[in-house]
């Protein structure tokens, strides 16, 4: 179980250091100069995933900025004065849409809320710096993205669900694949239900155990908690 959690550990060490890799190469490649005493200042404090975050919302920024007003090429941190809150509120309605394979999408409320808060975290570090003298984020009303009620399962649907996943049978092509991934469906359903942990964190678990490719240490404590 050490050796398990120690390989886990350097795992994810190793996977923060790639990514702090790509936040450096977008900060050198992409943003203005000055953008790196922003990066460098939260290098410790934040974690790589929301630097990362951070970096592909401001280059967005800066793109649209340059497509529109001001330019960013020889950009210096003075000139984030000429930022106005109309031309924040026009990027944010510009981020409601993008182009992909030729298509409009449209993006939720709750990504073009994030972008609103990486551009306020960046403009409001200079500003409480004293470095640039105004702060237009403070002005632009942050989208509120629709709150949408959780709905709880009773336990009889959990253990509905466990049953169907445990002891229940597929047609077709399905229950034959089903056989050999029942015990490991089992688990990730009872890690989901026990930890509420999230779909995208189960499936960066690491499978290590061998024989069955169940998710990692996490799904082995949940197991046995439940059985002994």
């Known amino acids: 179980m050490i050796l398990v959690y120690l390989y886990n550990d350097y795992m994810n060490r190793l996977n923060d250091v790639k990514i702090l890799d790509k936040v450096d190469m977008i900060v050198k ?5 000055f953008a790196s005493r922003y990066f460098n200042h939260y290098m410790d404090v934040k974690a ?17 900025i340059s497509s529109v007003s001001i330019n960013t090429d020889e950009m210096v941190v003075s000139d984030m004065d000429k930022i106005t809150p109309d031309v924040i509120e026009n990027y944010l309605e510009h981020s409601k849409t993008y182009m992909e394979k030729g ?5 939720s409320d709750s990504a073009v809320k994030r972008r609103y808060s990486s551009l306020s975290s960046f403009i409001s570090y200079y500003y409480d ?4 003298n105004t702060n237009p984020v403070r002005k632009v009303r942050p989208p509120n993205p629709m709150k949408y009620k959780t709905r709880i399962p009773s336990d009889d649907s959990e ?20 056989e050999h991934t029942r015990n490991r469906d089992t688990a ?5 239900m026990h930890t509420g942990i999230k779909a995208s964190e189960c499936v960066s678990i690491s499978a290590l155990f061998t024989g069955q490719y169940v998710p990692s240490t996490i799904t082995a404590v949940c197991i046995k908690s439940m059985y002994t």
Request: glycine residues 12%; proline residues 4%.
């Open 29 to 33: 490649e992409k943003l203005p100069g």
């Open 48 to 64: 790589p995933g929301t630097l990362y975050g951070y970096a592909i919302d401001l280059v967005s920024f800066f793109d649209y």
């Open 103 to 107: 298509l409009v999408k449209t993006r």
């Open 129 to 132: 710096l004293d470095m640039i």
């Open 159 to 178: 253990n509905d669900l466990l049953e169907f996943v445990s002891d229940g049978s597929y047609g077709g092509r399905s229950g034959k694949f089903h």
């Open 188 to 192: 990730i359903i009872m890690l989901i």
